[in-house]
């Protein structure tokens, strides 16, 4: 499809964009009825709306936007801005008023917007045009197209490169020697190129989607990584000058103690980046080269995915659905750390979530604010662990308990006994698969008696990357791969199999585009290990038996491994075989 298209004729005579919406079939008066209502409680406008709750696509929205107002549409995205036209705007007039320049024909430039209403932005158009003797022409895209388009103008090398010359020319008017620099310790300045350093670093891993933000300093400079659905990719080198300072600005925004180098320090702070609001979790550790800081970006504008979103599928989700149902036992989710377990509790939580529910959280730290949901924050620096905030939240009358991590013995024994006392309990485990949470628990001292008692349904996942379906394509199987996948797949019930032909098993890669960075991903998705409590698995945890038996008894019943739900999904065309290898080799 062409980036830039004109709208299609459509009926353009509503009062307003809401009765545009409804006229043309986008959204129906209901809808935006229900939206209107939300508008002063959630802080968003109704357009802003639409799209966090999932009814338009953003895209869509800004075509949608573009027919009511007459205007060209256009996706960023698509399109290779010529360096030089993005520069004919100065940065600060882009980034205030959300507007980009994106192509120069003679003297009519072509400028994007998002909100063509906005009366200050068309205001500074008009006075751009007329100093540098342009036509603007304008278009309308969207948000994330405009992100795009921005964050190839901030372009991060280049952005960073201009600070450290500053810092340069800084440091050669500076009379102070050499020796007695390298000796003091980093000052409380409110030091400009640093700043802008730092800035560029946060804002461009939160454009990118980023998980983690890494910045790891070695003998002679300073690496700066980005965690990219899953993948850690080097970013930009620095040299090893600047490391003090960016670990003391980091310092001075969490709002820790910047003359302790020699002890690990956690804090957290807030950033507001376009129309995202995140808060980025820090944690720093002394190396033998100076301090690493790994910020972890937990964006709060983001709703928790459904289940079918995530990736549960078949009869691994009629059990999830039967067991969130029952009115107490335990729901555990194990996993290694950023496999996706608290994503996952969200989902469930969500979907417990109505007024004549109590539902109390205790998590470490709040990363999704779902309205209705009484959530607390352990704080281990005055008492509140997960034991201690535990014992309080039993005490609020709760049905519902949701308990971020089981660390300890005593975390565990609360756990258990709330669920043997009519509460419905989830909480998370560090284990490698299902069946590893019983043992996990017997080590910490719990008995296997009481695990019977209180355990409904343990489910391990890890998440995989998922194909770009803008550039998938399918590949061919080889006979020797074939017979690996049906060897994988023997006993797997009919259910997990609803859109697969099993007598003609396809593949699919990405083969590499603009929107999925050429990687042939984008996005992520979890693979599933669901374990339910029977009668037969029920006294096999009872006679301590072997985890292999379990398994085995498991197996009977229907469940199937991570790997096997991981190869269901690459018949599917959802991910690759690589992606599950990955994830699943131990």
Known sequence: MDPIAKTNPINTSSASFEQFLVDNGFVKSQVITQLQALVQQSGQDISQLLVTQKILDEEDLAKAKAAFFNVPYVDLRQLQIPPSVLTLIPQESINFYNFVPFDLSGKNLKVAISNPTNLSALEALEFLGQKQNFQVQLYVASETSLGVAIGKKRNLKK?????????????????????EKREAKPQVIEDAPIIKIVEVILS?????NASDIHIEPSEKDVRIRYRIDGILHTSLMLPKSVHASIVTRIKILSNLKIDESRLPQDGRFHMDVGKKSVDLRVSILPLIYGEKIVMRILDKTTKAPTLDQLGVRGRALTWVNENIKKTHGIFLITGPTGSGKSTTLYSLLTILNTTSVNIITLEDPVEYFIEGVNQSQVNPDIGLTFAAGLRSILRQDPNVVMVGEIRDRETAELAVQAALTGHLVFSTLHTNNAIGAIPRLVDMGMEPFLLVASINLVMAQRLVRKVCQDCRKEIPISQTVKEQIEKELVGITEDYFEGIDRKDLKMFKGDGCEKCGHTGYTGRMGIFEVLPSNTEIQDLIL??????????????????????????KVLRGETTLDEVIRVTTE
């Not at 500053?166 to 440091?171: A, G, N, V």
């Not at 461009?204 to 990118?208: F, H, K, Q, R, V």
Request: charged share 30%; no cysteine.
């Open 543 to 568: 006679a301590k038996s072997s985890s292999h038996k379990v398994y085995e008894a498991a197996q009977k019943i229907g469940m199937i491994s991570l790997k096997q739900d991981g190869i269901i």
């Open 204 to 208: 461009n891993a939160i454009e990118g």
């Open 159 to 179: 952005v960073v490169g201009e600070a450290l010359k500053d810092i340069q020319t800084k440091e050669a008017i500076d009379q102070k020697p050499a020796e």
